[in-house]
């Protein structure tokens, strides 16, 4: 039986856990209160409808939430790559009836699942090309673009029955470090950070979005404390309007876990106005990763928030606040799920289709076969690891080789290409950063002097600089994107 502030403190909790069923402890804490879970890469693979039944059971009214964007990032379609379109190449389409649609069929495979809110759309106004963390996870760097593409897929998850989360406020994008592995820094002025950064979360608050993750980064204009800490940071969000939930990023980011540590920045983050606190994936520890790290973690974040509850540093009324904030998202989920069911009944939605008229690019003559080099740089945390299905959905039974342009000699790169060059098929070189990344500009323009009928098929931000030779710019790294571009590469447009 648990005491009265340990109740409390799970009311604002939202771990992550590993394995494809429930473990007795997350049950347990279900029963006493817990907020409700989040769905990462490792717990996909059993039933999870029946996994989300389970987790119902313990409490009604826990909210499930899952990454699932689309595009580069995926969690139910982890083994394979996402089949929906992403948010950059929804924003080269610029079609709102599509992203609205998009947000839909997120939702509709959420609700399926027992899932029951969606971890986007990202709202980040991609200004720096180097960004590492977002890049093709907006929707481009003009904040009136993004803008309306926020609240077209804030109204199409939402009218399908879930809840939508907005993030990363104040705004990722214009950062150039990853946040899971340090502490970003956004020096802008803060007029430009109010115009442009801003703005689409202004937009998502007046299409009446139930939640905003915030972002581990530091504004110092606003202060050297990251976002996710910063009560004038979190406090901006309500000045905006904003009465729904405020949601941390995940606490066992290196951002929090290696500053003030999960428990203090549990605690740190609900004085700043934090509702609910995200506490992470587990396996994000990799090789280091404990056979229990998921129960681990949650603990080292209730007792960092039990413990200020106890020495005064954090009000009782400040977690109140946040669990009914919570309470009430969770009543307004189960409410609109219902609602939600019968709005999209009979919807149909061509995502292939939208990914189509999405890809930019075509090759000079149709290839009989394709010889792929997969030069691009390993994913960061946010998208999964698994990424190699991008390289296999393009090669498809065509050869495919991996080659890490960061870890291996110009001598070793040109031995990959001569032996890509000498297959039968046109040579492809797959990359992700053709303007930010030297080593994959350098292997392109080594391809081209080997082999002037090779291709380029780029899945990240696109190209400015021209390229040395034809690109397909698909602005996803999905299964269905590298469909797309097979089909480009063949001269079977569909």
Not at 128 to 137: A, L
Not at 308 to 320: K, P, T
Not at 454 to 465: E, K, P
């Amino acid at each position: 039986m648990s005491d009265e502030l340990t109740r409390l403190a799970n009311g604002v909790l939202w771990p992550g856990f590993l394995g494809t069923t429930a473990p007795g402890w997350l049950l347990e804490e279900l029963r006493d209160g817990l907020a409700g879970v989040v769905y990462f890469g490792q717990n996909v693979g059993g039933d999870l409808g029946a996994l989300s039944a389970q987790i119902l059971e313990a409490n009604p009214s826990a909210l499930i939430g899952i990454d699932e964007e689309g595009g580069s990032v995926t969690r139910l379609e982890t083994a394979e790559g996402s089949t929906l379109p992403g948010a950059a190449q929804l924003g080269r389409l610029d079609d709102l009836a599509a992203t609205e649609a998009t947000g839909a069929e997120l939702a509709r495979r959420v609700r399926d699942i027992g899932a029951n809110v969606v971890l986007g759309p990202v709202a980040d106004v991609n200004t720096d090309p180097r960004n590492p963390v977002i890049g093709v996870r907006a929707f481009g760097d003009d904040e009136r673009l993004v803008s309306r593409h926020v609240v077209a897929e804030i109204r199409g998850i939402q009218r399908g029955g879930a809840a939508a989360c907005v993030k990363h406020f104040p705004g990722h994008g214009d950062t150039h470090l990853d946040s899971h592995h340090a502490l970003p820094e956004i020096a802008l002025a803060v007029e430009e950070l109010e115009r442009v950064h801003l703005e689409p979360f202004r937009a998502a608050i007046d299409a009446g979005v139930e939640a905003i993750m915030t972002a581990h980064i530091v504004v110092p204009a606003w202060g050297d404390q990251p976002a996710t800490l910063n009560p004038r940071v979190l406090g901006r969000l309500r000045e905006m309007g904003f009465e729904g939930v405020i949601i941390t990023d995940a606490l066992d980011m290196a951002a929090i876990r290696e500053t003030v540590g999960i428990g203090g920045g549990a605690a740190l983050a609900l004085a700043a106005g934090a509702d609910l606190l995200c506490i992470g994936n587990p396996t994000n520890p990799g090789e280091n990763a404990l056979d229990d790290q998921d129960r681990r973690d949650f603990l080292a974040a209730r007792d960092g928030i039990v413990g200020a509850l106890r020495d005064g540093s954090l009000s009782r009324e400040r977690v109140q606040d946040a669990v009914s904030r919570v309470a009430a998202m969770a009543a307004q989920v189960r409410t609109a799920d219902a609602a939600g069911v019968r709005d999209s009944e009979g919807e149909a939605f061509d995502a292939l289709d939208v990914v189509r008229r999405a890809v930019a690019g075509t090759a000079t003559a149709p290839a009989s076969a394709l010889s792929v080099v997969d030069a691009r740089r390993r994913s960061s945390l946010a998208v999964d690891s698994a990424a190699a299905y991008v390289a296999a959905a393009l090669a498809g039974d065509d050869p495919r080789v991996r080659l890490d342009v960061a870890a291996t000699t110009v001598s070793e790169q040109d031995a990959v290409l001569h032996a890509a060059v000498a297959d039968e098929g046109t040579t492809v070189i797959l990359i992700d950063r053709p303007d930010t990344d030297p080593a994959q500009r350098a292997l392109v323009e080594r391809a081209a002097q080997r082999d002037p009928a090779a291709v380029v098929v780029n899945v990240g931000l696109a190209a400015r600089s021209p390229l040395p030779l034809p690109a397909i710019e698909v602005g996803a790294a999905s299964r269905v994107g590298a469909l797309v571009a097979r089909e480009r590469l063949l001269g079977r447009v569909g």
